[in-house]
């Protein structure tokens, strides 16, 4: 439930700052910057909350890297 609360709330608040704030960003650039920041805190908080903190910490923090394609 909170999950997807909390991803609704995050992508609201990123839509809102690129649609309303970013055309105006010049006269008020800290409304897009508080806008913009809550929004992806939001969206990082609902895979704290899907994953459990626990979780989601060690998977931020490991050093395991884990990429699924080539490097030239």
């Known amino acids: 439930m909170y999950f997807g609360l909390f991803l609704a709330s995050g992508i609201f608040l990123v839509f809102i ?9 010049v ?3 800290q409304k897009f910057a508080i ?3 809550m929004g992806c805190a939001f969206i990082i ?5 899907l994953k459990g903190p626990k979780n989601q910490l060690y998977h931020m923090i ?3 890297v884990s990429i699924h394609f080539p490097c030239p």
């Not at 908080?45 to 909350?49: E, L, M, P, T, Y």
């Open 17 to 25: 700052a690129f649609t309303i704030f970013l055309p105006v960003m």
């Open 27 to 29: 006269i008020m650039p």
């Open 35 to 37: 806008c913009f920041t």
């Open 45 to 49: 908080g609902s895979f704290f909350a």
């Open 62 to 64: 490991s050093r395991e």
